[in-house]
């Protein structure tokens, strides 16, 4: 069953402590992308791999890390930094294709997301 | 003014009503159109794609792009209750490029 899937579902924190959220894809899916969500905010990214060991800083990196070690995971560590982590957290992945690679205009990169995590600081 | 800007709603309508969802956008770059839908507490599923202009349809959804207004739309025939959930337009350039997306509008279908 493909898919991607993040946990945990929920996670608490305490301010000060550093907490690592997980997402793993077995689509065989080059890229995968990091967003956070906030009420009439819209999706906003934060980090993004398009490939093994390399990672580009997305709208709003600060007070975040990301690593990625396997093509099939790209964990995001959210860091005593950030000021205001209590968010949605959602993890997407694309083939990394596209009309980039194909040669084809109009063939899309679809990104494809996880369930997401729910951060609440307390 | 933002790169792209979507009506938060609510929307609610009727059941069986026709439902008109919109985005405008800045960047006259972006060639990819996406609509995605997101029922509470889940994460986005893809609807709709449409490169450059036109319209495209599948089912009870069409999706059309006019590059010129810099506007999209997206239409919901005989809408349904499990139609209810927020609505995110996102598009993006062409070659490798990151996606933007709007704010997403709320659209609530009562039986």
């Known amino acids: 069953d493909g898919g991607i899937t993040q946990s945990p579902k929920y996670l608490f924190r305490k301010e000060g402590q550093n907490v690592t959220l997980s997402c793993e894809q077995n689509l065989n899916h080059d890229a995968m992308y990091w967003y956070r969500q906030d009420p009439g905010q819209g999706l906003r990214l934060i980090y993004y791999?398009?490939?093994?060991?390399?990672?580009q800083k997305g709208d709003i990196a600060e007070g975040y890390s990301v690593s990625r070690e396997k093509k099939e995971s790209f964990p995001l560590t959210v860091t005593s930094a950030q000021k205001n982590p209590t968010a949605f957290y959602l993890c997407?992945?694309?083939?990394?294709?596209?009309?980039?690679?194909?040669?084809?205009?109009?063939?899309?990169?679809?990104?494809?997301f996880g369930p997401g995590t729910r951060l609440t600081v307390l | 003014q933002k790169e792209v800007e979507q009506d938060p709603g609510p929307l609610s309508v009727p059941e069986g009503a026709i439902v008109s969802l919109n985005c405008t956008y800045s960047n006259s770059a972006f060639q990819y159109f996406m609509w995605y839908r997101q029922y509470s507490r889940k994460g986005p599923e893809l609807l709709m794609y449409?490169?450059?202009?036109g319209n495209k349809e599948d089912g009870r959804f069409t999706a059309q792009v006019d590059k010129s207004s810099k506007y999209i739309s997206l239409f919901i025939r005989d809408s349904q209750p499990s139609d209810s959930a927020t609505y995110l337009c996102?598009?993006?350039?062409?070659?490798?490029?990151?996606?933007?997306f709007g704010k997403g509008t709320m659209l609530l279908v009562s039986p």
């Open positions: 791999s398009q490939i093994v060991n390399d990672f």
């Open positions: 996102a598009m993006r350039n062409s070659g490798y490029s990151t996606l933007t």
């Open positions: 449409t490169y450059s202009s």
């Open positions: 997407a992945s694309s083939s990394g294709q596209g009309e980039r690679l194909s040669g084809l205009a109009g063939v899309t990169d679809t990104q494809y």
